[in-house]
């Protein structure tokens, strides 16, 4: 069985194909244009689809999923509102695909599709109630309780990062303040350390880098170079996921917690000092629930566990 999957980002488009086992056959990627339109992106996904079969002597694909960086309504197939690529509003992206191909075609938002992932092929196979969270530039995720995706009742459940851990803290993108992804996500870490102008200047790796080049990563490699404001950036980062993570715990007691994203490629520089952290900030309402690092490939098998999605609905 060949499964054709498609991820449809802000910077790039992905397309892949792979089999029922997870196996990814092969990949194809375009940079994203914000010119797209409705007509002109079903189309560059048509010709993705085709060039992929075409050169991996494919008979036929049995199925198509897609994953979208913003709001969807899976039942429909219809994208809610596009962040990134102008024109798609309220677009049924499914139906010129199904009708091309003339298949089962799915659609998922990006959390969902990674969270889905992790159930069908990843880390959290073996777990019914699950969260699974990304830490990149933000923070998303996806929760799974009784071994069904959780999505609310308007489709929005999961927002993980908008989540309060300080009131009055930094300024988020949703418009509150001190939100889970404005102080721990990529860009609140980086915020914490630029807006910082003394200890920069006293850095001694941070004062020879332009702002713009300060990231996540940049942040964890310094702390490994031994640099101290790193260090305690790092370590304030860490107490504050740790926060975030435990209030997720106290409210959905999972099984576990599949960490993804950018910054969980930090590996144990993360992930040794958050178990303590998470085990510490439990104080009295302990208990044993697994943080783990979600599966290397998961972005590339989201697209693919989205045509499974239908089994984890409720
Ligand atoms: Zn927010």
């Given at each position: 069985m060949y499964i054709l999957g498609y991820d449809v980002g802000g910077t790039k488009i992905s397309a892949v194909i792979g089999d029922n086992n997870g196996k990814i056959i092969d990949t194809l990627r375009k940079r994203t244009s914000k010119e797209y339109g409705k007509e002109a992106l079903s189309n560059q996904l048509i010709v993705m689809g085709e060039e992929l079969i075409k050169r991996n002597n494919i008979n036929k694909v049995d199925k198509i999923g897609i994953i979208f960086a913003g709001p969807v309504n899976s039942e429909k197939g219809i994208i809610i509102s596009s962040p990134n690529i102008i024109g798609l509003k309220n677009y049924n992206i499914v139906n010129g695909l199904k009708e091309y191909f003339n298949v089962p075609v799915y659609l998922e938002n990006d959390a969902s599709a990674?969270?889905?992932?992790?159930?069908?092929?990843?880390?959290?196979?073996?777990?019914?109630?699950?969260?699974?969270?990304?830490?990149?530039?933000?923070?998303g995720g996806?929760?799974?309780?009784?071994?069904?995706?959780?999505?609310?009742?308007?489709?929005?459940?999961?927002?993980?990062?908008?989540?309060?851990?300080?009131?009055?803290?930094?300024?988020?993108?949703?418009?509150?303040?001190?939100?889970?992804?404005?102080?721990?996500?990529?860009?609140?870490?980086?915020?914490?350390?630029?807006?910082?102008?003394?200890?920069?200047?006293?850095?001694?790796?941070?004062?020879?880098?332009?702002?713009?080049?300060?990231?996540?990563?940049a942040i964890f490699d310094a702390k490994r170079n031994g640099d101290m404001f790193a260090q305690l950036i790092v370590e304030e980062t860490i107490y504050y996921l740790a926060v975030g993570i435990v209030n997720i715990i106290n409210i959905l007691d999972p099984e576990a917690i599949i960490i993804g994203g950018g910054i969980s490629n930090e590996g144990d520089a993360l992930f040794d000092p958050l178990k303590l952290a998470i085990k510490e900030e439990m104080k009295s309402m302990k208990r044993n629930v697994k943080i783990l690092k979600a599966m290397e490939n998961g972005s590339d098998l989201g697209a693919i566990a989205v045509t499974f999605g239908e089994k984890y609905r409720n």
């Open positions: 990674a969270t889905l992932a992790e159930k069908v092929f990843g880390m959290a196979k073996n777990f019914e109630n699950f969260v699974y969270i990304t830490l990149s530039t933000g923070i996806g929760i799974f309780i009784n071994n069904k995706l959780y999505k609310g009742s308007h489709g929005m459940a999961g927002e993980l990062g908008h989540m309060v851990i300080m009131p009055n803290g930094p300024l988020c993108g949703c418009g509150r303040r001190g939100c889970f992804e404005a102080i721990a996500g990529g860009r609140g870490i980086t915020g914490r350390v630029v807006e910082n102008i003394s200890a920069i200047r006293n850095s001694t790796v941070f004062s020879k880098m332009r702002p713009g080049d300060i990231d996540a990563k």
